[in-house]
């Protein structure tokens, strides 16, 4: 496997010894949120629900599913104190939206972190339409499959952020573990 060794210098916060682009470029923390938003039109209900969350002031990439190494989880409002209206943030994100009336949706992240903090764990997306299942006990399992199907091992620790909403004109859920490089 070829890894980037280029070494960054000459940028405001970056030492003289460099720092590789693979560093650069792996997030430290991680903070996860939900929102709902509602509107009669569809794209306004997710601006509501992303406001919701707290992450409406990013430009949001989607990314895998991806827990990564060594990775601090912090609290929404210290994640988003880190970051910059406008600024490109990787987020892994489940997202529903419609519009059929009285419905119920959800969005859940799940998480398996496993107990090396040297290894990566898993975050699963999962959205849908309710009903009898705990959607977000599922989240939990889908992320702990993909780390023992990888590792062969049981993660230390499984949780997840659930958003469900009952449907009203539109209405998004979102769900999403938010990197911060």
């Given at each position: ?7 960054i210098?000459?940028?405001?916060g970056?030492s003289?010894q460099g720092i ?12 996860f949120?939900?929102?709902t938003?509602r509107?009669?039109?569809e794209l ?5 629900a992303?406001?919701d ?6 430009n949001?990439?989607t990314?895998s599913?991806?827990?990564p190494?060594?990775?601090e989880e ?6 988003v ?5 406008g600024?490109i ?8 939206t ?12 799940g998480?398996a972190v496993p107990?090396?903090?040297s290894?990566?764990g898993?975050?699963?997306e999962?959205?849908?339409?309710c009903n ?9 399992e889908m992320a702990?499959?993909?780390l023992e199907?990888?590792f062969g091992?049981k993660p ?5 952020v659930?958003?469900k ?15 911060v490089?």
């Open positions: 496997m070829n890894r980037i060794n280029t070494k210098t000459g940028i405001h970056i003289e590789s682009m693979n560093d650069l470029l792996t997030p430290k923390k991680i903070f949120t939900s929102g938003g509107h009669e039109d306004v209900s997710f601006e509501l992303l406001r969350a707290g992450i409406e002031k990013f949001l990439v990314v599913s991806i827990y190494p060594g990775c912090i609290g929404v409002d210290k994640g104190s880190m970051l910059n209206p600024q943030v990787f987020c892994v994100m489940a997202k529903k419609s519009n059929e009336e009285g419905r119920e949706i959800f969005a859940s992240i998480s107990e090396d903090p290894l990566n898993y975050l699963s999962y959205s849908g339409y009898e299942e705990d959607v977000g006990s599922y989240s939990e702990a499959l993909m199907s990888a091992i230390v620790r499984t949780f997840n659930t958003e909403a009952v449907v009203k004109d539109y209405t998004t859920v979102v769900a999403a573990a938010v990197l490089l």
